[in-house]
């Protein structure tokens, strides 16, 4: 389905304070993901500096703001600016989180989690065309972790997921770690969720690691990848091969070698995977 | 009603704790403010009230962070700080609906709550200060809609001087002057690479520097200006002619000051800091 795509291999989430160290790493990183909100509004010489490491790797942008759970249109100005990221750092996709983060009386400016009902479906795939519309580039949507359940929905996130992803031909970014947040948060088997929805559209896959806060597992991705998660990576690699896998880990940084030995472990699992399978 | 009014209701519950108080248990005035069907009503009041409170507070954590995007070298050097302030920066600062980006709303949230802080050496290296402001700049001169308009006016105007009684310069909204205290522009390179600065001599005199968004591009560049420059560029305001500007500033720096602030004045217009009109009134 999305055979066209570069293959890039197994990567890092692109963070300011790291930035010698994975310079010095250059041949153990695959390719960097940027967070697109840090540089849509920052300035020229920040940019230059971003787009400066495409020589170097591929870069993907990932966002934060869209909302295109939002019961509102997308932001035509944020869709401009980030269309032109896009464009200048040349990334083979983007990405974004199915959730909502404004509506007009409140930015509530983290990733929310949406009601899953007809309306929402509707709202969410019209946004989603609006994004593809404007940015001509293929467009990503990742599922969120979540800590509490909105009663009275109209199908579970697993339909709803599936539903967005394929009545608007999109590809999925599976945080492999989200799903297994919200399986212990929330209480399911996130292997039964894995095999409910089109895991044949994963273009992109995220690991991070999660810590307590308060009695909850919250993704905060400031740890090692956990081991349940990456049993769920295994399960994931032994049905789909994603074109690239992303470690995220944004704070409460250990020895950089911690984060390229995750690096590596992706990497030896894709290829435990690709020779049970075959060599697909 | 619709989804809207789900989404705001629920956001206004995951925002602000004594809303949610009221309407979770039941308060008949709280839970009408969003005109919601029986359904919606029954799915927000379903909630756990126990797993909301860490969603706020994980939010609450969010929303500084985000604000801080637009601060990466300033957040890099007082993160602590900024974790231990961050309920307070929420109570002085709840989430109120503005018509911009999210992480512009936060910045400017983010910067008149920490940037006085930082000034009084409350929290941070007093010369952390400096650098916010260069980065609130960037960020506000690199998204201002009315910077983008003035760029390009200014870029688009007469290139002759012509009647220097007559020409206007101007420079607008595209233009900032900041008075620093610390050489932090020498550093921020660093910054960006992640090299660790524990600490900035004092500049033996306040330091102007100008910054400009380029015109057609997001661009905000910067200079350093003497103090002749800057008030030169100050003087500019698109109500005073070339040889008022001029008169300007023989006041304060004396008659020799016209050849170099000719030359000013042409490498300023040059740059797309200042622009040219004619004046419709003889001067």
């Known amino acids: 389905m999305y055979n066209d795509l570069p293959n890039l291999g197994v990567g890092l989430g692109y963070r300011l304070p790291l930035h010698q160290q994975t310079l010095a790493a250059r041949d153990r990183i695959d390719f960097l993901e940027f967070i697109a ?76 989690p949406l009601w899953f009902t007809d309306e929402t479906l509707q709202t969410v795939c019209r946004n989603i065309t609006q994004v593809k519309r404007t940015i001509d580039r293929p467009f990503l949507v990742e599922n969120i972790t979540y800590y509490f359940h909105l009663p009275g ?64 597992m919250v993704d905060t991705h400031g740890s090692p990848v956990h081991e349940p998660v990456w049993d769920l990576l295994d399960h994931v690699l032994e049905r789909v091969e994603p074109k690239a896998i992303l470690l995220e880990w944004d704070q409460a940084w250990p020895e950089f070698d911690v984060l390229l030995a995750h690096l590596d472990r992706a990497r030896a699992a894709v290829e435990r995977a690709q020779s049970k399978m075959g060599g697909r | 009603m619709s989804l809207l009014g789900y989404q705001r209701a629920l956001s206004r519950i995951l925002t602000d704790s004594s809303f949610r108080t009221q309407f979770q248990t039941g308060d008949r005035e709280a839970q009408s403010r969003y005109d919601l069907t029986e359904r919606e009503l029954d799915s927000l009041i379903g909630i756990r009230s126990d797993r909301v409170r860490v969603h ?29 302030l961050t309920d307070e920066f929420c109570a002085a600062h709840p989430p109120r609906p503005e018509a911009r980006g999210a992480l512009l709303v936060e910045a400017d949230r983010v910067f008149a709550f920490f940037h006085p802080r930082l000034e009084s050496g409350e929290i941070g290296p007093p010369w952390v200060a400096d650098l916010m402001a260069v980065e609130h700049v960037q960020v506000q001169l690199g998204s201002s809609v009315a910077a983008w308009r003035s760029s390009v006016e200014a870029s688009a105007s007469g290139d002759e001087i012509g009647d220097p009684r007559t020409a206007v310069p101007f420079c607008g909204d595209h233009v900032r002057t900041v008075r620093l205290k610390y050489p932090v522009f020498g550093v921020m390179s660093d910054l960006e690479d992640g090299t660790r600065i524990d600490d900035l001599p004092l500049l033996p005199e306040p330091a102007e520097t100008v910054m400009f968004k380029t015109s057609g591009t997001p661009w905000v560049r910067s200079c350093r200006v003497n103090e002749p420059t800057a008030e030169l560029i100050r003087s500019c305001d698109g109500t005073r002619s070339i040889t008022q500007v001029l008169d ?16 000013a004045l042409d490498r300023l217009r040059a740059a797309g800091v200042l622009g040219l009109r004619r004046s419709v009134q003889s001067t």
């Open chain 1, 153 to 216: 929905n109209d199908m579970s996130e697993a339909e709803f997921t599936t539903r967005v992803l394929e009545e608007t031909d999109t590809g999925l970014l599976l945080d492999v770690n989200n799903v297994w947040v919200n399986s212990v948060n929330l209480g399911f088997d996130p292997y039964e969720f894995l095999d409910s929805i089109p895991l044949e559209r994963t273009v992109q896959i995220h690991l991070a690691g999660g810590d307590y806060v308060h009695g909850m």
């Open chain 2, 248 to 263: 300007v500033l023989r006041k304060t720096y004396g008659p020799g000051v016209e050849g170099p602030a000719l030359q």
């Open chain 1, 37 to 112: 909100d840090q540089y849509l509004y920052g300035s020229p010489e920040r940019t230059e500096r971003l787009l400066a490491l495409g020589e170097v790797w591929p870069l993907v942008p990932h966002g934060v703001g869209m909302s295109v759970g939002s019961a509102t249109e997308v932001d035509g100005d944020y869709l401009d600016r980030l269309g032109a990221l896009v464009e200048q750092s040349d990334a083979p996709w983007f990405s974004d989180h199915l959730s909502f983060t404004k509506v007009p009386d409140t930015d509530v400016e983290q990733l929310t």
């Open chain 2, 56 to 84: 706020s507070h994980l939010l609450a954590h969010g929303r500084v962070e985000l604000g801080f995007m637009a601060f990466p070298l300033t957040y890099g050097l007082i993160g602590r700080a900024v974790s231990d």
